[in-house]
């Protein structure tokens, strides 16, 4: 099993942060532009034992992911689990702490693991590069979203 963590400073208030990430919404404002991602279904406020539907398409390969809300914790911690996804496992915690001068720690943690055990580890490279970039611009775009606000 692989971990990938990113780490930043937000200017927000920790609720504002929290209510951010549960808006859905928030997510096409967040996702790289090379990424088109599309939420299957009715509206949905995550809440413990809820499942997401959505796909996402990149160089114009479309993907079905089932997404486990697992834990809600306001205004501290969201943890969703893949049910369907292209990893052979997925689970993201989104943990949010205070810090002083008005700014909060937004720290994303994904455990994974490739498809086809030894040939998929063979990419891990490609995948932390690609989360890397993914999650840069999440919290880049958060950033700004959020640290406009004031």
């Known amino acids: 099993m692989k971990t ?3 780490t930043s400073l937000i200017a ?14 928030n997510l096409k404002a967040i996702t790289p532009k090379d990424t088109k991602v599309t939420l299957i279904g009715e509206l949905f406020t ?13 160089n114009f390969i479309p993907i079905m992911w089932e997404v486990q809300i697992e834990k809600v914790q306001e ?3 969201l943890v969703d689990l893949a049910l369907k996804s292209p990893f052979k496992y997925w689970k993201h915690s989104h943990i949010f702490t205070q810090k002083s ?3 909060c720690e937004l720290k994303d943690v ?3 693991e490739a498809p086809f055990g030894f040939i998929g580890s063979l990419f891990d490279f490609f995948i932390v590069h690609e989360l890397a970039k993914m999650f840069a611009y999440r919290h880049e775009v958060t950033q700004k979203i959020l640290g406009g606000r004031g």
């Open 46 to 58: 995550p809440k413990e034992g809820d499942i997401l539907k959505l796909k996402t398409v990149k």
């Open 75 to 77: 205004p501290h911690l």
């Open 12 to 25: 927000c208030t920790l609720e504002e942060l929290f209510r951010f990430h549960l808006d859905l919404n």
């Open 110 to 112: 994904v455990h994974y």
């Open 4 to 6: 990938y963590e990113k």
């Open 101 to 103: 001068n008005g700014l």
